[in-house]
């Protein structure tokens, strides 16, 4: 309490010095002049978030002071004000969240970060939770694949991916260094400093130095009120989130250089954690001895090559990633486990313009994963993985093409067993988009596009449930759409964006689990398929009533109907599948006047079913909730200072995103930050 009390007044006190500080008047971006040092750091944050309506292919994106704006502490929290994706929140700082887009499952998103795409092949998921905003300077989606043919061959691989780009130093004439101070505190004894430092260490090379060091008990109050099937009040009880604290930092080193005709970046990046796994309410049981030690650790490099009419993107990198689980419930078996992960990964991209307007590229990635575990009985399996891609992009000025067809070639050694067959999967894709009606703003767009994921170490060799006879998972997605993108800086309406989708995805061969007879033993079959139809919706507006007040709302929905079309026996068939609502949908509101920014954003879920029959017993509870922010930027000589203060669910909602696993309720967070 001391530690908001503190922060609290620190901020109001910030605030009310503003009025008296005689410095460079706080000048909203838009505004800016075209030689003004802010305009020129943010004219990489204008051509990502307006791209979208030269893109073939459908994005939304986040970047700039709009990502910071939003009351986000990390990636999957800034990924739910995207419409098409579903996250999985299981509760507190540090708990972990996963997203799924457009209900393909998890393991057919892919996460890139820099450029390089990151991997888990133990199973396939990429807790978000791990990376913070501190140092994020955009956030895109994709649908389908980027907007790109100079780019990995694994990239094409993916049913959706999301992008993640941190921040690049760029130096105006005379700057040498930059540096950043930031310090959270809040609820759950949250202490939360991070620091970046930026420098020039010559005319064609600069460096940054970015940490962080997330601190929280993870302690929250919530309320746990169950019904029986009969309507009947089972239990209405108020307890405390316990086992749900971490200690978590991060480190991350970067190197870039400019040179004739290209460019090379470099980065380490390294996060350890320790955290309590809160594991879920059931039976009152409100504690759990569940325990996971993190050491994630990559380095990467990256050469962009432009010679005339040829260019090259080319990636190296090496991770180690260590995880160590403990068990230790009275009640369950005891487990002590350690899993150490490695992955080597080579990429070459190499694209060619035949003439202006036509591309076309080739490119060849190559992968290493290997999974060792002092689990008995663990076969310790190595997978080789080889891609190729050839694309093909058509620019007709008001009509754009791109098409890609992937070969992926998977080899699998196991120690003590015969290795599984080889797998061979070629993948198509064709994407489609124009103005028919010769208007710059409005665009047409339509894709093709078939995927698949191959089936994970746990899925294929897990001890007592892996199945080493798996088919991948297949995806077909069809989607057709528009956009419509207006900017007049000069009018009262500056900015105004909307766009519509309608897809439709078919999901063969779905990798499902089953118990086979006892408690904690499971076998993996392939018996799936999955139909999805869904329409995303996405609107952008900004006014300017007067000439330094500035409003924005950005709002989404998203409506899907996700079915199991398995089998015409089983109960649940046509149901809709687990956790994904037919409704959902978000809005934030923001506005900006001489400094000060206030910020309120709106998240929707509607109803869900926690299990595949859709009844009254499986029945989960929309929820929604409201967070707030207000912050104020001001100048002290050469230092900018932020304030901020967020409330979070400001209702005060109760509500699960995963079932008996409550969400915190009212929640604060207080900020400062320094830049020089």
């Known amino acids: 309490m001391r530690n908001l009390l503190s922060s609290a007044i620190t901020f109001i006190l910030i605030a009310l010095s503003s009025e008296s500080v005689q410095g460079e008047k706080v000048i909203p971006d838009s505004i800016n002049t075209p030689n003004d040092t802010t305009t020129r750091n943010l004219r990489e944050v204008v051509v990502t978030s307006t ?59 892919g996460v890139v970060y820099d450029g390089v795409e990151l991997g888990n092949a133990q199973n396939g998921q990429i ?23 100079l780019q990995p061959a694994k990239d094409f691989g993916s049913a959706g991916s999301i992008y993640m780009r941190t921040r690049t130093p760029h ?65 209405d009880t108020t307890a405390v989130r316990q086992n749900g604290d971490i200690n978590a930092t991060r480190i991350e080193l ?36 569940e325990r996971i030690w993190d050491t994630n650790s990559f380095v990467q490099g990256r050469y962009n090559g432009y010679f005339g009419r040829f260019s090259t993107l080319n990636n190296i990198k090496y991770a180690f990633y260590r995880t160590h689980y403990v068990n230790n419930d009275d009640k369950q078996v005891k487990v002590d486990n350690l899993y150490k992960q490695k992955e080597i990964y080579l990429s070459t991209a190499n694209e060619y313009e035949v003439f202006t307007g036509w591309r076309i590229s080739v490119s060849y990635d190559f992968m290493w ?30 009509f754009k093409v791109q098409a890609s067809g992937l070969g992926t070639f998977i080899h699998d050694h196991i120690i003590g067993q015969q290795s599984p067959p080889d797998k061979h999967v070629f993948t198509p894709a064709v994407f489609i988009s124009g103005n028919p009606i010769r208007n710059k703003d ?64 078919r999901v063969k061969n779905k990798i499902v689990a089953y118990p086979k007879g006892q408690q904690f033993r499971w076998t993996m079959l392939n018996l799936g398929l999955v139909e999805i139809r869904g329409i995303d919706v996405t609107g952008m507006m900004t006014v300017r009533p007067l000439q330094e007040l500035y409003v924005t709302l950005r709002v989404q929905y998203t409506f899907q109907r996700a079915i199991d079309i398995t089998s015409p ?29 206030l910020n309120y954003s709106w998240i929707y879920v509607g109803e869900r079913y926690n299990q595949q029959e859709n009844i009254r017993y499986n029945y989960t509870q929309p929820w929604y909730t ?51």
């Open 171 to 235: 130096f105006e004439e005379g700057e040498n260094y930059h540096a950043r101070f930031t310090m959270r505190t809040g609820s759950f004894d949250l202490i939360n400093p991070s620091a970046l430092v930026e420098l020039k260490l010559s005319r064609r090379v600069n460096a940054s130095l970015s940490a962080e060091w997330i601190n929280s008990s993870g302690k929250y109050k919530f309320r746990y009120r169950r019904v029986n099937p009969a309507g009947e009040l089972a239990y």
């Open 369 to 398: 994963n290997a999974l060792d575990a002092d689990v008995y009985g663990f076969v310790k399996p190595d997978r080789f993985s080889q891609f190729l891609s050839v694309a093909s992009a058509l620019n007709l000025d008001r």
């Open 51 to 109: 791209r979208s309506s030269q893109d073939i292919i459908p994005s939304q994106t986040l970047s700039g002071d709009e990502l910071r704006r939003l009351n986000s502490n990390s990636v999957a929290d800034a990924m739910r004000y995207f419409s098409g994706v579903q996250v999985k929140d299981y509760g507190g700082v540090g708990g972990i969240k996963t997203v799924n887009i457009r209900s393909m499952g998890t393991n057919h998103t």
């Open 569 to 597: 026996s089983d109960n649940y068939y046509r149901h809709q599948i687990p956790y994904i609502p037919r409704n959902s949908g978000s809005a934030v509101g923001n506005v900006e006047w001489r400094g000060w920014n």
């Open 626 to 676: 409201s967070d707030l922010s207000i912050s104020k930027d001001l100048r002290l000589g050469r230092v900018n200072l932020r304030g901020m203060i967020e409330i979070n669910n400001l209702l005060s909602q109760d509500y699960d995103v995963i079932l008996n696993y409550p969400m915190p309720k009212r929640n604060y967070r207080f900020t400062i930050t320094a830049e020089i």
């Open 254 to 289: 970067g190197i870039n250089g400019s040179l004739p005709g290209g460019s090379w970046h470099v980065k380490g990046y390294n996060y350890n954690s320790e955290r309590g796994v809160p594991g879920a309410i059931v039976n009152n049981v409100w504690r759990r001895g």
């Open 442 to 505: 409005f665009s047409l767009r339509a894709f093709y596009k078939q995927s698949f994921r191959m089936p994970t170490f746990n899925d294929l060799y897990y001890a007592d449930m892996g199945n080493s006879k798996l088919e991948p998972e297949k995806v077909a997605q069809y989607n057709v759409g528009f956009l419509y993108d207006h900017h007049a800086e000069q009018s009262a309406i500056t900015a105004a964006k909307f766009s519509a989708d309608a897809y439709y995805n």
């Open 127 to 149: 807790d978000l939770g791990q990376f913070s905003l501190d140092n994020i300077e955009s956030l895109s989606l994709y649908n389908g694949q980027k907007s790109e043919i």
